[in-house]
């Protein structure tokens, strides 16, 4: 049994976005085109399917089709707390900010808990943090 995975509809950056997100996460990216899928509503080279392989990360994503609204949002969050060591969450903090926006610094709180937020250049606003016993 799997958990939830995001399903991302992208305005036709999904190969950029995917192939990112593999490296930055590890793993490899799996894009399917239209072309291969037979489809006619989009360009032949558009991704109509993608997802992320043995990485420790899972997302879906695809290149709208037609008329299709590309993914927005306010208020939503991937939360990726303590799922790695502190060190591979803060190279994963510094990589998703490579042209993107820091929202708050990956740093310690009051609480003692580290976290921060970040909006990559796809416009995906991450959640990063973890624990320190």
């Not at 489809?39 to 392989?53: E, I, K, N, Q, W």
């Not at 990485?55 to 927005?72: E, M, T």
């Amino acid at each position: 049994m799997t958990g939830l995975t995001p399903y991302i509809s992208f305005p036709g950056t999904a190969a950029a976005a995917l192939t990112f997100y593999a490296d930055v996460f590890g793993g490899r990216a799996q894009l399917h085109t239209f072309a291969e899928f037979s489809r006619t509503d989009g360009p032949p080279d558009a991704v109509a399917h993608g997802y992320l392989l043995d990485g420790p990360v899972k997302l879906f994503g695809s290149d709208v089709a037609g008329d299709q609204p590309a993914f927005r949002s306010e208020g939503l969050l991937f939360s990726l707390l303590g799922t790695a060591d502190p060190a591979t969450l803060h190279k994963w903090f510094a990589r998703l900010a490579e042209d993107g926006r820091i929202v708050d610094n990956l740093q310690q709180r009051p609480w003692g808990a580290h976290d921060g937020q970040v909006i990559d250049q796809f416009g995906l606003h991450w959640l990063i943090g973890y624990e320190t016993n």
